[in-house]
């Protein structure tokens, strides 16, 4: 796959450009990046220095102030930038990359991309890495939801969905499964998406035949119970959901999200006319989906046999 490793020590770059406070004594990308990084309140006027004097840097060193732009909100310069890098930069992934991410921040986003997206739709996707997945995910996705008033634009549909499958070929990621499943519940597809989220959260794991059963999917789960988990009506089904969400959670917010249905869940037994099963049923599930139940290679071997 496409080497992600482009960022560099900005404060190790910035050691190297010392001295002059005047605009004019910048010669290169490199110099505007220490300029910004000792005077970040002069960052509009630094990138007009940069475009007007058509400066000269590599790739990273372009997409590095990008980057600053991206973060300040500043997204005209950032798109300024990107025009004059891959003006002077040939197919560059990370470049186009930029650009595609930029121009979802405006109103019509193909007028901003739309020749840059075409060249890299063409490229060999061997060379992708998950960032421009994502990024053609993100801008196709934006581009079905924004034509969802005519109905489902089933071009930029096909679009979106090769790029969340695409991300699915990242190992240990789950970005690519979460995403379709977003694609398929916006376009009202909700009964493929829930059968797809339960497919990766329910199933055993059969390395084999599927390296997606070991992954770690809290996103997934996250989303199932905010789409799904009335479906059944099954609060055992719910509260594996939630466990499972909770132990490989990373993100503070899902812990919180999840931490928060436990209580809900809990809560609603106790009150409701199950309350006299309710601690033998929560004993029941601890044990039948316990980590330790959950990583026994019996109970997979298991499921193979019931899978055929």
């Not at 063409?122 to 008033?149: C, G, P």
Request: charged share 30%; proline share 2%; aromatic share 12%.
């Amino acid at each position: 796959m496409y080497d992600n490793n482009y960022f560099f020590d900005l404060q190790e770059l910035s050691d190297n450009y010392h001295n002059e406070d005047s605009l004019e004594s910048m010669y290169s990308i490199e110099a505007a990046i220490y300029r910004v990084i000792s005077k970040p309140h002069q960052l509009s006027k630094i990138v007009e220095r940069v475009i007007n004097e058509k400066m000269h840097g590599g790739a990273d060193s372009f997409h590095a102030l990008i980057e600053i732009c991206k973060v300040c909100g500043n997204y005209k310069d950032a798109f300024k930038l990107c025009k004059l890098a891959l003006e002077r930069i040939d197919n560059s992934l990370l470049l186009y990359t930029d650009i595609i991410e930029i121009s979802t921040h405006f109103e019509n986003p193909m007028r901003y991309c739309g020749l840059y997206l075409k060249r890299v739709l063409h490229s060999d996707r061997t060379h992708w890495n998950l960032r421009l997945f994502r990024v053609v995910y993100e801008l196709f996705y934006t581009l079905v939801e924004n034509a969802l008033i005519s109905g489902v634009n089933y071009e930029y549909y096909e679009k979106a969905r090769e790029a969340a499958i695409g991300m699915q070929a990242f190992h240990g990621v789950e970005d690519g499964y979460y995403a379709e499943a977003q694609l398929l519940i916006l376009v009202g597809k909700r009964d493929e998406a829930r059968l797809r989220l339960e497919d990766l959260i329910f199933n055993p794991y059969e390395p084999e035949k599927d390296a997606s059963r070991d992954l770690e999917c809290p996103k997934c789960c996250r989303l199932w119970i905010t789409e799904f988990k009335d479906f059944y009506g099954d609060k055992r089904m719910t509260y594996y959901v939630v466990i499972k969400g909770l132990r490989e959670s990373e993100a503070r917010e899902d812990e919180l999200f999840f931490t928060r249905q436990k209580e809900h869940l809990t809560q609603q037994l106790t009150h409701s006319a199950e309350s006299v099963e309710t601690e033998e049923m929560f004993g029941k599930i601890k044990a039948d989906y316990s980590i330790d139940t959950y990583n026994n290679q019996n109970y997979f071997e298991k499921g193979k046999e019931q899978n055929g």
